[in-house]
C-alpha cells in the first residue's frame, strides 16, 4: 500500500498539552485516529510525531490527504 487509507472524512479536534508527544497515523487503518495504534506494521508507512508548542485544541486530519500533516488543512472537504 503506497497510498494511505481513509481514517476518516473530518479532522478530529484534540486539547494537546505543551511539550507532549502525539504520533499522528499516516496509514489511515489505525482504530485510534488520529493516533497511530501500530496498524501500519508491514507497510511503508511510519507514524509522524507532532511535539505540541502549547496548550491548545488543534484539528488533527484523519482522511490523510493533508499537505500540512498532521494538522487538518480542508482535503477532506474534496472527498466524495
Given at each position: 500500500?503506497?497510498?494511505?487509507?481513509?481514517?476518516?472524512?473530518?479532522?478530529?479536534?484534540?486539547?494537546?498539552?505543551?511539550?507532549?508527544?502525539?504520533?499522528?497515523?499516516?496509514?489511515?487503518?489505525?482504530?485510534?485516529?488520529?493516533?497511530?495504534?501500530?496498524?501500519?506494521?508491514?507497510?511503508?508507512?511510519?507514524?509522524?510525531?507532532?511535539?505540541?508548542p502549547?496548550?491548545?485544541?488543534?484539528?488533527?486530519?484523519?482522511?490523510?490527504?493533508?499537505?500540512?500533516?498532521p494538522?487538518?488543512?480542508?482535503s477532506?472537504?474534496?472527498?466524495?
Open positions: 500500500m503506497t497510498t494511505p487509507a481513509i481514517g476518516g472524512k473530518a479532522p478530529i479536534p484534540v486539547e494537546v498539552k505543551a511539550g507532549q508527544d502525539y504520533w499522528w497515523c499516516t496509514c489511515g487503518q489505525s482504530k485510534n485516529q488520529p493516533f497511530c495504534d501500530g496498524s501500519h506494521k508491514g507497510s511503508t508507512f511510519t507514524p509522524q510525531k507532532f511535539t505540541a502549547d496548550d491548545k485544541k488543534v484539528f488533527f486530519c484523519t482522511c490523510k490527504q493533508t499537505k500540512n500533516g494538522m487538518c488543512d480542508g477532506h472537504k474534496a472527498i466524495a
